[in-house]
């Protein structure tokens, strides 16, 4: 596949201050910790290859040096029976998963494959430290996959409780290792013991949301829509862990208009999240740039009782200067919050009326339109995306016998820096 190196620069989103990213900077050097860095790419208008480049379709709006194997691009199409029930004139669903009828072959099942394709084509083909992911599920399987497919060395940490999300159809590849924390804890946790490893040189932190190369890959979801539809949608919906993919789609919304064919329009973002974890929904509609506090031990209960685990981040990136409070606030955006109940009916609604089944983190996003629509917060004549962020895991497993994966390690967040460095260290 030809793809040549992505040609671009950092741009610190508080300052506006621009410089070179020296090869996976995730912060602007002069002040590492007020505020994300965005992309700035030297080609403004862009050029889509054909779909057999999978997600490097969109590789000019993409900061990478190589493509790998196996990659699949979002897809979009125009609504009729959900959007018949919703009463919507013009509904378009971005599908992230495994679709086969539609051309849609991520083999995890979730978006999360567009972060993954992009954060690993951003490492040099003749990198040898091993990257770190910590993940609530999802992400986990993507990267694991991406990773055993191009031979890239990784540790994944994830808690144990979400274990049954490491799911394949083939054994993966020894130069990825799952490690877990511990039977009760959290995605905290994983995040925790992940910053432990990240302070040898050995090991290479991926980043999360404060890495360019998984925000803007997750902006191909955005880049889908537009460039399917034709212009910038008006509504954006999408649950919400991290506000990560929002504030993506926010990114990438910028880069439309620039390039001046699809529009100046700004999207309303509306996030959602999944009662009773709601720190950013609470935050935002008291107008508020801080978190309200959570401790541990209220994060952990509240994070179990939801059934959209994925949705779970309690240090998320909403205060940060380019975060989603900011997000949010250019776009006139607002905040919309689902039960456990609401959304599995919304999942199943989806899956009667599309065709496909999709995850709880998608039913979450369905039931945030279905009330935007009921408030009035939009019009029923409005272009809207929604952003089905995973679906057609159970497509995918009628389709292919599938096996769960052991840890390779469990080991607790609270274990000493050095031990756990040494322990990860011997699995490679």
């Known amino acids: 596949m030809d793809i040549k190196a992505t040609k671009y620069h950092l741009q610190n989103c508080l300052t506006n201050r621009e410089f070179e990213d020296s090869g996976w900077m995730l912060s602007d050097p002069l002040s590492p910790n007020h505020s994300l860095v965005r992309t700035i790419y030297d080609k403004k208008r862009i050029e889509l290859k054909d779909s057999s480049y999978g997600l490097y379709k ?3 709006w993409l900061p990478i040096k190589r493509a790998l194997k196996n990659s699949s691009s979002p897809f979009t199409y125009k609504s009729k029976r959900l959007a018949e029930e919703l009463q919507l004139k013009n509904l378009y669903i971005t599908f992230s998963g495994y679709w086969p009828e539609n051309g849609v072959f991520m083999n995890t099942c979730s978006f999360k494959e567009t972060e993954a394709y992009s954060v690993c084509a951003r490492l040099s083909e003749d990198n040898k430290k091993i990257l770190v992911v910590a993940s609530a599920g999802n992400t986990a399987r993507a990267f694991a996959k991406v990773c055993s497919d191009n031979n890239i060395p990784i540790a994944i940490v994830i808690p144990e409780g979400n274990i049954n999300a490491i799911w394949f159809k083939e054994k993966i ?3 990825v290792k799952i490690i877990c924390t511990p039977e009760g804890s959290d995605y905290f946790d994983a995040i925790s013991l992940a910053s432990k490893l990240t302070t040898s040189e050995d090991f290479l932190d991926e980043g999360g949301a404060k890495n360019v190369a998984r925000r803007d890959g997750m902006g191909t979801t955005v880049l889908s829509a537009a460039t399917t539809i034709g212009r910038i949608p008006d509504v954006y919906f999408q649950a919400v862990g991290s506000g ?12 439309l208009i620039e390039d001046g064919r699809f529009g100046n329009k700004l999207m309303k973002l509306i996030p959602s999240q999944n009662i009773p974890f709601t720190p950013m929904y609470d935050a935002y509609m008291n107008d508020s740039r801080e978190l309200p506090y959570m401790s541990e031990d209220e994060g952990r209960e509240k994070a179990h009782k939801i059934i959209a685990k994925v949705l779970s981040n309690r240090k998320p990136p909403y205060s940060i200067a380019g975060g989603l409070y900011d997000a949010l606030k250019a776009t006139n955006g607002s905040f919309e919050i689902a039960t456990n109940e609401e959304l599995v009916k919304a999942c199943e609604k989806f899956e009667k009326l599309e065709g496909i089944d999709i995850y709880s983190a998608a039913g979450v996003a369905l039931v945030s339109l279905e009330k ?5 917060k939009v019009d029923k004549e409005e272009i809207i995306m929604l952003n089905i962020t995973g679906g057609g895991e159970k497509r995918f497993k ?3 016998n599938c096996i769960n994966i ?8 609270q274990e000493e820096r050095q031990e756990v460095i040494r322990k990860v260290k011997e699995l490679y």
């Open 244 to 255: 990560t993919g929002t504030i993506a789609a926010y990114e990438a919304n910028l880069r």
């Open 173 to 175: 590849n020894d130069c």
């Open 398 to 400: 009628r389709d292919n």
């Open 406 to 413: 052991k840890p390779s390690l469990i080991i607790s967040p």
């Open 58 to 60: 969109f590789a000019d």
């Open 372 to 376: 935007a629509i009921k408030s009035n």
